[in-house]
């Protein structure tokens, strides 16, 4: 689950309740977000009110917003897979989107997070959150949540992110869909 950080306010319960709804209907599933401002904070607010344990932070480094996050939900920060598995998101995510290629091979060769790489680490999180971790124990994603900007629905670390969904045939969903569930359900 992730969209937008430009999520606008009149949207933000519909992405709680939504989300809340998933989790009470689906007790089985486990919810990953990568706990952006925005969508992915909406979506984390309503899957934590239901059960904060089924929550899945997949971060960019360690320490990226730890405030956000509850402490019972489990956190998986992109330093501690294996280098095997850090190589394959980053091959996917210039695969999704080869425009950051030098991006991503200026981390690769620096390993180091700074100015010129830490968007790297946001892309290949993204990546890791699509692909799981054998080292940490984490299933690939069976389903993408998202909510996109209408204007630019392809863009951002959103667009990336579904676009690595699709290299890996895991179905999506956008707000045009998933909010008429939502109506649905009421």
Not at 28 to 53: C, H, K, T, W, Y
Request: aromatic share 8%; charged share 25%.
């Amino acid at each position: 689950m992730e969209g937008t950080r430009n999520l606008p306010t009149r949207d933000r319960p519909r992405l709680v309740e939504f989300a809340k709804e998933l989790a009470r209907l689906l007790p089985q599933v486990m919810f990953r977000i990568g706990n952006a401002l925005g969508a992915d904070e909406a979506f984390a607010e309503g899957v934590r009110s239901v059960d904060p344990s089924r929550l899945q932070f997949v971060l960019p480094y360690e320490t990226h917003a730890k405030k956000r996050i509850d402490p019972y939900s489990q956190v998986y920060p992109l330093d501690a897979i294996r280098d095997s598995e850090l190589e394959e998101a980053c091959r996917q995510a210039i695969e999704a989107t080869p425009g950051i290629a030098g991006l991503i091979k200026l981390y690769m060769k620096l390993r180091v997070k700074n100015r010129s790489t830490v968007k790297a680490l946001y892309l290949i999180r993204d990546a890791l959150k699509v692909l799981g971790s054998r080292a940490l124990s984490v299933a690939p994603a069976t389903a993408g949540i998202f909510y996109v900007d209408p204007r630019k629905p392809d863009s951002g670390g959103t667009g990336h992110t579904i676009r690595l969904c699709g290299l890996n045939n895991v179905p999506v969903w956008d707000q045009r869909r998933w909010m008429t569930w939502l109506d649905q359900l009421a």
